[in-house]
């Protein structure tokens, strides 16, 4: 996905700590106390730093906190233990919790990447079925795992016709243009990086624009606080779709507002923003929806899930109908 400065914490963790439990608030807690929503600095998530700058919870009677975690891998399990009410996770952390026994549920798509995930390779390797034989760096059990796995399975290859190199994203540039590597599986600025090393040698073979939805950030809460608060989950997706619509009448301020959640510059939040797709409103109801493309969480769970338990991480996927709940979305688009 496109570079932040937490980008490279927004990796699968798996093996995260178990935080303290505690008890979901009362009603009047509710009413004193902001909900809280975990996430990390990504920005894809622009549009909920410009509900909380603007307040625009207000309008639908609530009160919301986003709580910043440095590590995306406690999220689930901050969520769990009820010290969150609802968190931003991506997509693969649902399928690994929830295969674990967790009640965790999408109720809205946030957004996938579009393109600032990528596979890059030297000039002679021209297409995916170049890769055969190949040395391949990637970080394992992270986006870039899911891309180059769909990428491969959707080209009639495994992981067993290539030769897998473990390699953080940002030590990719570095391999590849030293020449003692061929193929890399990295995110933005990491792959202009490379191109812009020298653009005659290097070159997208394959991105996260070929696979949309497969890299995916969603809004989730447990299934108990949804039976208890659907107006406070109604109101949250409300406010939502209110930031969004505040990015696109007024982006200049919306890049100022999320600059500063960011740590960026409005400038390059608005370069950021090319590599991520923000999915609106009127098109959240396809990842819910059995179809044939990534940008359904069936099809996409599949691929994740399927990879998961092939590297031991889950013993078996969840039934992708037990991870998501698409009665707010429906409620929002109508």
């Known amino acids: 996905m496109p570079f932040s400065p937490m980008k490279t914490l927004r990796t699968l963790s798996l093996a995260a700590s178990m935080l303290a439990c505690l008890s979901f608030s009362t009603p009047a807690a509710q009413a004193a106390q902001p909900l809280k929503i975990g996430t990390v600095v990504w920005i894809g998530y622009g549009p909920f730093y410009v509900a909380e700058a603007l307040d625009l919870y207000k309008k639908y009677g609530l009160s919301v906190k986003l709580q910043f975690f440095n590590d995306p891998g406690l999220l689930p399990a901050a969520l769990a233990s009820h010290s969150v009410d609802g968190a931003m996770l991506t997509y693969d952390q649902v399928i690994g919790s929830d295969a674990k026994g967790m009640k965790q549920k999408v109720v809205m798509p946030i957004d996938f990447s579009n393109g600032g995930d990528a596979i890059v390779a030297t000039s002679d390797v021209r297409k995916v079925a170049d890769f055969k034989g190949k040395k391949i760096a990637f970080n394992p059990l992270s986006p870039s795992d899911f891309l180059l796995a769909y990428a491969l399975q959707t080209n009639g290859l495994s992981d067993k016709d290539i030769t897998a190199v473990n390699m953080t994203p940002e030590a990719i540039p570095g391999a590849m243009v030293s020449g003692s590597l061929p193929v890399g599986v990295t995110y933005e600025p990491n ?54 619509a505040y990015m696109k009448s ?22 950021q923003l090319d590599g991520v797709y923000n999915i609106p409103t009127k098109e959240m109801p396809q990842s819910f929806t059995k179809g ?9 769970g599949a691929v994740i899930g399927g990879l998961l338990q092939k590297k031991g991480q889950i013993s078996a996927p969840p039934a992708i109908e037990t991870t998501i709940d698409a009665q707010f979305v429906n409620q929002l688009v109508k």
Do not use: W
């Not at 005659?200 to 949309?212: D, E, G, L």
């Not at 007024?250 to 390059?268: C, M, T, V, W």
């Open 191 to 244: 792959v202009s990086q490379i191109l812009s090393a020298d653009k005659s040698k290097f070159h997208v073979v394959y991105s996260s624009r070929n696979a949309p939805g497969l890299i995916a950030d969603v809004l989730v809460f447990e299934q108990p606080y949804i039976d208890a608060h659907p107006a406070e989950v109604k109101g949250i997706l409300q406010a939502y779709a209110d930031g969004m």
């Open 250 to 271: 007024h982006p200049d301020e919306a890049n100022r507002i999320i600059g500063k959640a960011l740590g960026i510059s409005a400038d390059e939040v608005k370069s």
């Open 292 to 300: 044939p493309t990534t940008r359904s969480y069936f099809t996409s």
